[in-house]
């Protein structure tokens, strides 16, 4: 085998020349493309990374702000029961003490309504005592009635103090009598002496019939009243029986 070496030289040459001509012109425009297109995938790839992570950032924070409103309604609904149990406590607390106050109130009623009813029984058998006492005083006879109750209703007058008993009548002026029935001549003379001889001093008489007094008589002065009758006896019996009864509640 024969080798030109002339001609291998020249299209070494040409070889040489082609390859910096592809070098020059062809593969560098080319690597650049490449390395430029290389840098906007990797400038891809970092934006895609970067929104990969924004997204899985935002996805952590949705999610951290779902278990936050998911703890936040938790406790919501805690504190409604808590508030709703609480305000059914207190409303049972309330009806159960209205309920108690209501009882004790009616209790409390019953008993004055049994008080009162006891009250006014033993009110009633006061009165019907002292009605029947009366009935049966009023049986006695008329002249009962006065004479013997004029040196009683006498001596009263004379115990007086002076300036009560110059309370009865001025002198001149009739003393004010109440009997229970007309004075006959001779118990009316025997009052004034006797009531003559109390006050110290001579009086007159105007006497008016008063049947409740039933025995008795009954002077009346300016700041002063005489009672020597059996309706004031009973009444003072009555009101003795009615505070007695009164105690013993």
């Given at each position: ?47 895609a990374q970067a929104c990969r992570s924004a997204a899985q950032a935002e996805q952590q924070a ?56 006891a009250r006014a029984i033993e009110n009633d058998a006061v009165r019907l005592a002292v009605e ?101 006896d009973l009444d003072d019996i009555r009101e003795t029986l009615l505070e007695h009864a009164i105690?013993?509640?």
């Amino acid at each position: 085998m024969h080798i030109d070496w002339s001609t291998l030289a020249l299209q070494t040459v040409n070889a040489l020349v082609l390859v910096w001509l592809l070098a020059r012109f062809l593969f560098r425009p080319v690597a650049e493309i490449v390395a430029a297109r290389q840098k906007a995938a990797q400038a891809l790839l970092a934006d895609a990374q970067a929104c990969r992570s924004a997204a899985q950032a935002e996805q952590q924070a949705a999610s951290a702000q779902a278990a936050k409103l998911a703890a936040s309604r938790e406790a919501v609904l805690e504190a409604a029961q808590a508030e709703a149990q609480a305000g059914k406590d207190a409303l049972l607390a309330a009806v159960r003490a209205e309920a108690a106050q209501l009882r004790a109130d009616a209790a409390g009623e019953i008993e004055r309504a049994r008080a009162a009813q006891a009250r006014a029984i033993e009110n009633d058998a006061v009165r019907l005592a002292v009605e029947i006492a009366g009935r049966l005083l009023d049986r006695l006879p008329p002249q009962a009635r006065v004479a013997g109750f004029i040196d009683g209703t006498a001596g009263v007058l004379a115990a007086l103090p002076p300036e009560t008993r110059a309370g009865f009548a001025a002198p001149g002026e009739p003393l004010a009598l109440a009997a229970p029935r007309a004075l006959s001549a001779a118990e009316e003379a025997a009052c004034v002496t006797a009531f003559g001889a109390a006050l110290g001093r001579p009086v007159t008489l105007q006497v008016r019939e008063d049947p409740a007094l039933i025995a008795g008589l009954e002077l009346t002065g300016s700041h002063a009243v005489v009672r020597n009758h059996l309706r004031h006896d009973l009444d003072d019996i009555r009101e003795t029986l009615l505070e007695h009864a009164i105690e013993r509640r």
